[in-house]
C-alpha cells in the first residue's frame, strides 16, 4: 500500500493511500467530531458533523473529513470560524430531535451552540444510520432498516426477523448517539404484541403496547442493555 503526505492542521502526516481525512487525522492524534461514524461500518457522510476544510490544487473546500480520501499534498483545516459554524447549527438541529444526548450536548458545548435555537421535536432517533448499518454489515441479520423519505424517514424492526434475532442480541443499543436509545423503544414497539414482549416495560399494563416515556430512559432500562 502507497503512503501519501498530507498536512493537517499544520501537522505533517503520513496516510495510507486508502485511508480517510478521518482516519488520517486520528492516526496523528488529531480530533474530529462525528455523529454518524463508527469504525467498524461503512462510512455514509451522512451527519456533516466530521466536515473540514481541504485545500488541493489550488482550491479549498468543505468536505466530510469520513469520507474524503486522503491525498498527495493535501491540505486539511479541521477548526475555523466557518467549520465550527457549520457544526454548531448541525449540533442545535439535531438536538430537536435528541435533546437528552450527551454526545451533542457535548457537541453543544463545544461549539457554543444554542441548545434551544430549534423547536423541539424529540423523535429520539437523529436518523445517523448506525443500528441499521450494524444489523446489516455487522449481524448480516437486516432486522432494522429504514422507513419512509423525508421528514417521515424513520428506523423499523423487522418483526418477523426481530422476533427471532433481537432479544438476544441487542448488539446495535450501545452505538446509538441518542441516549434516549431511540431503537430500544422501536424494538419494543415492532415486537408487540408478540410473545417475546409479553414482558410488562415501565408505564404498562402486563401485555399492553409499549409507550414512550420521557427521553426513553426507563425503557433502556427495560431492555437491559449497558452503555
Ligand atoms: S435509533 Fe439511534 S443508532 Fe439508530 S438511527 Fe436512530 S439515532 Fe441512529
Ligand atoms: S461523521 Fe462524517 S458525516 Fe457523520
Known amino acids: 500500500m502507497s503512503e501519501v503526505s498530507l ?6 502526516v503520513t496516510a495510507e493511500e ?9 492516526s496523528a492524534g488529531i480530533s474530529i467530531p462525528t455523529v454518524c461514524h463508527h469504525d467498524a461500518l461503512k462510512p455514509v457522510g451522512s451527519c456533516r458533523l466530521c466536515t473540514v476544510e481541504a485545500e488541493a490544487g489550488g482550491g479549498t473546500s468543505l468536505v466530510a473529513a469520513c469520507i474524503h480520501p ?3 499534498d493535501l491540505v486539511v483545516t479541521t477548526r475555523s470560524e466557518q467549520i465550527d459554524e457549520i457544526r454548531k447549527v448541525l449540533t442545535e438541529q439535531l438536538l430537536a430531535y435528541a435533546p437528552e444526548s450527551g454526545l451533542l450536548q457535548s457537541l453543544a458545548e463545544e461549539y457554543g451552540a444554542d441548545k434551544d435555537r430549534f423547536t423541539k421535536e424529540p423523535s429520539f432517533c437523529i436518523l445517523c444510520g448506525m443500528c441499521v448499518r450494524y444489523c446489516t454489515e455487522i449481524k448480516q441479520k437486516n432486522a432494522i432498516g429504514f422507513l419512509d423519505r ?3 424517514r424513520e428506523i423499523s424492526f423487522v418483526p418477523e426477523i426481530a422476533q427471532r434475532e433481537c432479544w ?21 414497539r415492532s415486537l408487540t404484541p408478540l410473545p417475546s414482549s409479553s414482558r410488562p416495560l415501565p408505564g404498562e399494563q402486563e401485555g399492553g403496547p409499549p409507550v414512550a416515556v420521557d427521553g426513553n430512559k426507563e425503557l433502556l432500562e427495560a431492555t437491559e442493555v449497558s452503555k
Open 168 to 188: 438476544d442480541c441487542k448488539e446495535c443499543f450501545p452505538l446509538c448517539p441518542t441516549s434516549a436509545l431511540q431503537a430500544a423503544f422501536v424494538l419494543m
Open 7 to 12: 498536512t493537517i492542521d499544520g501537522k505533517d
Open 70 to 72: 486522503v491525498s498527495e
Open 150 to 152: 423525508g421528514a417521515n
Open 18 to 26: 486508502d485511508m480517510t481525512i478521518l482516519g488520517a487525522a486520528q
